[in-house]
């Protein structure tokens, strides 16, 4: 099956700097891409699906100009956190839709970001 | 609004033991329900999904039940060993391509 890698794993910058973070589907071209976040103690939360060769859908509360995301091609899609705060600390998580139409979903390890 | 609620939070149970684990959501409009495994600093690994028109499906010594009217899904692992050791999620899709993730059951199964 598809192998979604996710870089980096763990990730500590200070305020105001920008991450960004990775996901590459080894296995598979995916024209979709999900990203999620789950904050402490709670649910993983969609937060945009990346569609490759046009824009990001964003989820409502999510925003745009703050996680920009680009899925330039059809392996690899980037999150950036732009001017980090300490409130963006999070597991950030990123899958791969291989057959939406039967659910089938293959997930990244996701990132640990904490911002000092 | 779906809301998904995972109980209990966490368990420990020794090496051998049967164990249910009860997820529970808000609206039963579902497309279907996936139960995941996630280790710690690795991704999510689905174990079982059901769509809304069945009531169960198995995997091994895993199995899962759906209730949809009740808005209801447990996952019962049999025989439990230290290897299954893990969070698990469960995850309802309603329409389009979003999960609704609950916020999972920490399990620990001792030696």
């Known amino acids: 099956g598809a192998v979604v890698s996710q870089h980096p794993s763990r990730v500590i910058c200070k305020s105001g700097t920008s991450v960004k973070i990775e996901c590459r589907s080894l296995?598979?071209?995916?024209?979709?891409m999900f990203w999620y976040r789950q904050f402490p103690k709670q649910s993983l939360m969609l937060m945009a699906t990346?569609?490759?060769?046009?824009?990001?859908?964003?989820e409502q509360g999510v925003e745009k100009d703050k996680f920009l995301i680009n899925h330039a091609s059809l392996t690899l899609s980037t999150l950036t956190v732009t001017s980090a705060h300490p409130e963006d600390s999070s597991f950030y998580i990123c899958?791969?839709?291989?057959?939406?139409?039967?659910?089938?979903?293959?997930f990244g390890a996701g990132t640990r970001l904490s911002v000092l | 609004k779906q809301e998904v609620t995972q109980i209990p939070a966490a368990l420990s149970v020794p090496e051998g033991e049967n164990l249910v684990l009860n997820c529970s959501f808000t609206?039963?409009?579902?497309?279907?329900l996936q139960w995941f495994r996630q280790d710690p600093g690795k991704g999510l690994t689905s174990l079982l999904l059901?769509?809304?028109?069945?009531r169960e499906q198995t995997s091994g010594r895993l199995n899962a039940s759906l209730d949809k009217s009740s808005g209801r899904s447990t996952l019962y692992i049999a025989a439990s060993q230290p290897g299954d050791s893990a969070t698990y999620l469960c995850?309802?899709?309603?329409?389009?391509?979003?999960?609704?993730f609950g916020t999972g059951t920490s399990l620990t199964v001792i030696p």
């Open positions: 899958s791969v839709g291989m057959d939406l139409a039967k659910n089938i979903q293959y």
């Open positions: 296995d598979f071209q995916a024209t979709t």
């Open positions: 990346s569609n490759e060769g046009s824009k990001a859908t964003y």
């Open positions: 609206d039963s409009a579902i497309y279907n």
């Open positions: 059901i769509q809304s028109s069945q």
């Open positions: 995850a309802v899709r309603p329409t389009g391509n979003q999960f609704y």
